[in-house]
């Protein structure tokens, strides 16, 4: 089945730079890369997603880039500020299953 | 905006208990999930549901667990004789056509099993 490994498991960032956040995929027929941020005790909630036709798609201060050969997507918030700190998860779905499989997590922490 | 709803929020049980969780998707919505979240771990899919009958499970989906959608509205959890290892947090998710779409997830139930 799928797996998907994300790094780093923690990442402290000053308030207004960016943040890089990176995963990786075992299943080359998976075709669909959502990312969910979940904030301290609430729902996981979709930020961004990409399908495997398209290399990169951007949304204000958020963009997810995906490199099917190399099997690893990242998500990028640029100018970060207090309210994006969360634990952030990629997930993967294959090109025949209905789950998602997701990645450990990365609790992202905005230093003012 | 329609979000899912799930109760109860939080759940203590014995072991051996049964427990059965409860969730509304969004009302549209034809495919329902659930999935689980160990305390300090990754979020886990355990089954799928379309058409009145279960699409998807997973290895942890074993024969402890079922699924069920009595009404045109609930979609249900169910866990027949609950084990330490079920303490976990449990996710209702479900999207609008296939299986293939955005997955909006409930705010979750927390068992905890003693």
């Known amino acids: 089945g799928e797996n998907v490994e994300q790094h780093p498991s923690t990442l402290s960032v000053q308030e207004g730079d960016s943040a890089v956040i990176k995963c990786t995929y075992s299943?080359?027929?998976?075709?669909?890369f959502p990312w969910y941020k979940q904030e301290l005790g609430k729902r996981p909630q979709l930020i961004i997603d990409?399908?495997?036709?398209?290399g990169e798609k951007k949304d204000q201060r958020i963009a997810v880039t995906l490199n099917k050969t190399a099997k690893h997507f990242s998500l990028h918030i640029t100018e970060t500020q207090p309210e994006d700190s969360a634990v952030y998860f990629c997930?993967?779905?294959?090109?025949?299953?209905?789950?998602?499989?997701f990645g450990k997590g990365t609790h992202l922490i905005i230093q003012p | 905006e329609p979000e899912v709803t799930q109760t109860p929020s939080h759940q203590v049980t014995q072991m051996g208990q049964e427990v059965i969780l409860r969730c509304v998707p969004i009302?549209?919505?034809?495919?329902f999930y659930w999935y689980r979240q160990i305390l300090g771990q990754k979020v886990e899919f355990l089954v799928s549901?379309?058409?009145?009958?279960?699409?998807?499970k997973s290895e942890i989906f074993d024969d402890q667990f079922s699924v069920e959608r009595p009404d045109g509205s609930n979609f249900t959890l169910k866990i027949r004789s609950t084990k330490l290892e079920d303490s976990a947090m449990y996710f209702c998710?479900?999207?609008?056509?296939?299986?293939?779409?955005?997955?909006?997830f409930g705010p979750g139930t927390r068992l905890l099993v003693l």
């Open positions: 997930a993967a779905q294959g090109g025949g299953a209905d789950g998602l499989t």
């Open positions: 299943d080359s027929a998976s075709n669909y």
């Open positions: 009302s549209n919505h034809l495919y």
């Open positions: 998710a479900s999207t609008l056509r296939t299986g293939k779409e955005t997955q909006y």
């Open positions: 990409i399908r495997s036709n398209v």
């Open positions: 549901f379309y058409n009145n009958e279960i699409s998807e």
